[in-house]
């Protein structure tokens, strides 16, 4: 996510809780979070909680978790390949 979109997922959550205090210090620690990971699933996060909260979230509660690429199939069928080719 670029800096713009993290500033607008910040907003969107002081708008929603009033309450969600916001230093220049926390402000640089949220972003830097959020810029590593993607804008849109981030979004649906956010919109998903305020629907059912009413306590400003903490960075683990909106964020997203890329899976690790399992590459067992790939491997397996390079050594195959290998094991065929000799």
């Known amino acids: 996510m670029t ?4 500033v607008l997922i910040i ?3 002081t708008i929603a809780y009033p309450n969600f205090e916001m230093s220049q210090e926390k ?3 949220w972003l830097n979070h959020l810029m590593t990971m993607p ?3 981030i979004q649906q996060n ?3 909680y305020i629907r059912t909260s009413s306590f400003p979230p903490t960075i683990s509660q909106i964020a997203v978790q890329e899976k690790a690429q399992n590459d067992f199939l ?4 390079e ?4 094991l065929n080719a000799e």
């Open 74 to 77: 790939k491997q397996l069928d």
């Open 11 to 13: 907003r969107s959550i």
């Open 79 to 82: 050594r195959r390949r290998l």
């Open 39 to 41: 804008f849109g699933a």
């Open 27 to 29: 402000l640089v620690f």
């Open 3 to 6: 800096r713009d979109q993290a």
């Open 46 to 48: 956010l919109n998903a």
